[in-house]
């Protein structure tokens, strides 16, 4: 894949690039402030391509200089709370300002005025050259009642740069050293995954009975170019989130980075994303060793209707090859499910596509279907329950600025996702990386609602209300049924008689309140209050309560809502 890519960046150089910006870090505060733009204009031609995430630095502050010069005259009313918002947002992308000189900033002191005109510790901008860097910290503190051992999160960066050299190409890389002793319930399926949520190598114990932190790594970054004008490329070691929900049943940022080259193509009303990735299969090896690797394809489109509806399709396939990433799949243009039927039909394949609309003031209604078979006959007798009708759907809205309260915001979203979905014949072709799922936290075989209340009433105040209801089926002494997307569904009992919670039924639900307080730019104080209740047929309930308060410094909050 290297080579693939220094082959493109060679190419690339024989041509006049123009500048390339980073992306906006997944978690970001900034994207709340996007949604609301987005729904508030309603048929923003700019803002309404959101499906695909992280967002580009450059094109999101040239936006939000736009929208803001609307603000000051008069066009746009934007509330207090929104304004600030904007303000802030502004300076953490200081450096795609219009206007913008010969630049330098020190870090004097942590309390000092200078911290508050700008959220880094340190940058330069000479010419064609940028380098910004600023501290990363994180330190959440806690107790939850299934367990004796304190809980808590130390993540210390190393660095945060980015910036670009020769207006050509842009960079990034972020590092930070963890220690975690996670809930009970992470634990858990930390033990039976032998993976923990967001990492990929890890030193400690992950047994549930273990109060032994875990200690790991979590490394980003990459490089950006401008190929030519609407086409950019990337290549990192990142993730990338697919949809404009609380969860993605396409691709979700819940497994570890992963290294990959994204082609994005932007013309007319189109939206045109390319993903070649390597990923990690982890099943059944430990210790310090070479990981097999397995690969993913990738294609998204994007259209924009009308101003208000965009619609998206997508398809993928993921793979393994022992000698590297199979050429036939980098075509970006051919249909995948032909194309893997020309090597044989060897790997697993997924096709779906998305919408949003933003069809009423202040409301915008989001969607996802994703189908891994499709049998005609078999569709149309959907009530036999065959195996393989491996479908899942969400659909969701979103409401700003409630009953006119400014800045109170309401989520609601329903995930259903059958059987086997994500599941495949090896580890190889399923839907995992790093033993962690590439889509949803609960694998397949359930039904998920979400409930979110956000309320931000001052500029520097943050509160959250989340409820989590979901209901599986589990697999049953041994039996495969389904949920678990690690197991090969050749493991399968039978062939027909599936629902969606087939196998030992399971409930859970996970009510999270949350209070966030801004001391300085991009520095929090976090107050977190979980409760969660599981049920499992035959077993005793598990259930904890659990309090948090923590420390952040330009890192987001560590959550686990599953």
Do not use: C
Not at 170 to 183: A, K, S, V
Not at 358 to 374: D, M, S, W
Not at 450 to 473: E, H, T
């Amino acid at each position: 894949m290297k080579k693939i890519f220094f082959f493109l960046l060679s190419l690339f150089f024989l041509q006049q690039i123009n500048a390339q910006a980073d992306f906006i870090e997944l978690g970001s505060r900034q994207y709340n402030l996007l949604e609301r733009l987005e729904i508030k204009l309603q048929k923003d031609s700019v803002l309404n391509f959101s499906m695909v995430k992280p967002y580009d630095r450059k094109i999101i502050t040239e936006r939000l200089e736009y929208i803001d010069s609307l603000q000051k005259t008069g066009k746009l009313k934007l509330s207090k709370v929104d304004q600030y918002n904007l303000d802030l947002a502004l300076k953490n992308n200081f450096d795609w300002r219009k206007n913008l000189g010969d630049t330098t900033l020190k870090f004097k002191n942590l309390w000092g005025k200078e911290h508050k005109n700008n959220p880094y510790y340190f940058g330069v901008k000479r010419g064609d050259f940028s380098f910004y860097s600023h501290f990363m910290y994180n330190f959440q503190l806690g107790k939850e009642s299934a367990s004796s051992a304190k809980l808590y999160n130390n993540s210390r960066g190393i660095f945060q740069w980015r910036g670009q050299v020769s207006k050509r190409i842009g960079y990034y890389t972020y590092t930070t050293d963890n220690q975690l002793r996670n809930p009970l319930y992470v634990r858990e399926y930390s033990t039976k995954n032998y993976a923990v949520p967001g990492f990929g190598y890890f030193k400690g114990d992950v047994s549930a009975g273990s109060v032994t932190p875990i200690d790991a790594f979590e490394v980003k970054g990459g490089i950006m170019m401008n190929a030519a004008k609407g086409i950019d490329l990337q290549f990192a070691f990142d993730k990338v989130f697919i949809g404009n929900g609380y969860r993605s049943l396409i691709l979700s940022d819940f497994s570890n980075n992963y290294l990959f080259l994204k082609v994005n193509t932007r013309f007319w009303k189109i939206n045109y994303t390319n993903l070649f990735a390597q990923m990690i299969n982890r099943d059944g090896v430990f210790g310090d060793t070479v990981y097999p690797k397995k690969f993913m394809t990738f294609h998204s489109l994007d259209l924009q209707v009308t101003k208000w509806l965009n619609i998206g399709f997508f398809e993928n396939i993921m793979f393994g090859r022992k000698n590297g990433y199979d050429l036939n799949y980098l075509n970006p243009m051919i249909f995948m499910v032909a194309m893997g039927h020309q090597v044989g039909s060897p790997d697993k394949a997924t096709i779906g596509m998305n919408f949003k609309a933003n069809a009423i003031k202040n409301t915008q209604f989001y969607g996802q279907v994703i189908i891994n078979e499709f049998v005609l006959g078999e569709v149309l007798k959907y009530s036999k329950g065959w195996w393989a009708n491996k479908q899942a759907l969400q659909l969701g809205f979103k409401t700003i600025d409630l009953f006119g309260v400014p800045n109170l915001d309401v989520q609601g979203e329903l995930n259903i996702v059958r059987p086997f979905v994500y599941t495949s014949k090896d580890n190889f072709s399923s839907y995992t990386h790093y033993n962690q799922a590439l889509a949803h936290p609960l694998g397949a075989n359930f039904k998920e609602l979400i409930g979110i209340v956000r309320y931000q009433p001052i500029p520097k105040l943050a509160l959250q209300a989340k409820v989590i209801y979901f209901k599986q089926g589990l697999d049953s002494a041994g039996v495969n049924m389904g949920n678990n997307i690690l197991l090969p569904y050749t493991t399968r009992p039978y062939d027909y008689g599936w629902r969606t919670g087939s196998g030992v039924a399971a409930t859970g639900l996970l009510t999270h309140v949350s209070a966030t307080y801004e001391l300085l730019p991009n520095i929090f104080l976090d107050a977190d209050y979980i409760i969660r209740n599981y049920k499992r047929v035959n077993s005793a309930d598990m259930n904890t309560n659990i309090f948090n308060v923590g420390f952040r410094m330009n890192l987001r909050k560590r959550e686990f809502d599953f």
